[in-house]
T-cell receptor, first 110, second 112 residues
């Protein structure tokens, strides 16, 4: 079983729509979770950390479900500029090593 | 503030040649990571340094790959000899205490 698994998508949504997707992780003891965004031919960039109680950053909402070992990302009022690959990232063993999911591709169309 | 700096941004070389990739981490960060990204395998951690000391090189594919960090502001990843299957994007990332990592723009390597 992979340490971090994501639905690869692609999710094709119109501007203004809401899109949400999940990621599962293998170690129930993991403590640190992140969403990174990667644009085509660019480096991954931190989008947001994911906290136990859930957190929002503008149009982006991240949730953590420890019982089911998944995290989610919801994007409200999608913009064309939200088109990217979203990487689920987990510090699986609570050390220095981050485990990256393969990414979920989101395409927002006009 | 300057982010992680990598050079070169693109490298095209022939099989058998030596390739050296360079990285300057964010000032003050004490952890440095080298990753490789391909369509088939995604992001793979090659090696991790903490306070300039290699801590985990289990991801280095084989002896053709080597990495050094002579000081807190510079690291190199060397491939000698290079092979076509080494073609990938190589990212350097740095962090403070190994949690949130900040990536450089990457080096796109093509080995012919």
């Amino acid at each position: 079983r992979k340490e971090v698994e994501q639905d690869p998508g692609p999710f094709n949504v119109p501007e203004g729509a809401t899109v949400a997707f999940n990621c599962t992780y293998s170690n129930s003891a993991s403590q640190s979770f992140f969403w990174y965004r990667q644009d085509c031919r660019k480096e991954p960039k931190l989008l947001m950390s994911v906290y136990s109680s859930g957190n929002e950053d503008g149009r982006f909402t991240a949730q953590l479900n420890r019982a089911s070992q998944y995290i989610s990302l919801l994007i409200r009022d999608s913009k064309l500029s939200d088109s990217a690959t979203y990487l689920c990232v987990v510090n699986i063993r609570n050390d220095y090593k981050l485990s990256f999911g393969a990414g979920t591709t989101v395409t927002v169309r006009a | 503030d300057a982010g992680v700096i990598q050079s070169p941004r693109h490298e095209v070389t022939e099989m058998g040649q030596e390739v050296t990739l360079r990285c300057k981490p964010i000032s003050g960060h004490n952890s440095l990571f080298w990753y490789r990204q391909t369509m088939m395998r995604g992001l793979e951690l090659l090696i991790y340094f903490n306070n300039n000391v290699p801590i985990d090189d289990s991801g280095m594919p084989e002896d053709r790959f080597s990495a050094k960090m002579p000081n807190a502001s510079f690291s190199t990843l060397k491939i000698q000899p290079s092979e076509p299957r080494d073609s990938a994007v190589y990212f350097c990332a740095s962090s403070l205490w190994g949690d949130t990592q900040y990536f450089g723009p990457g080096t796109r390597l093509t080995v012919l």
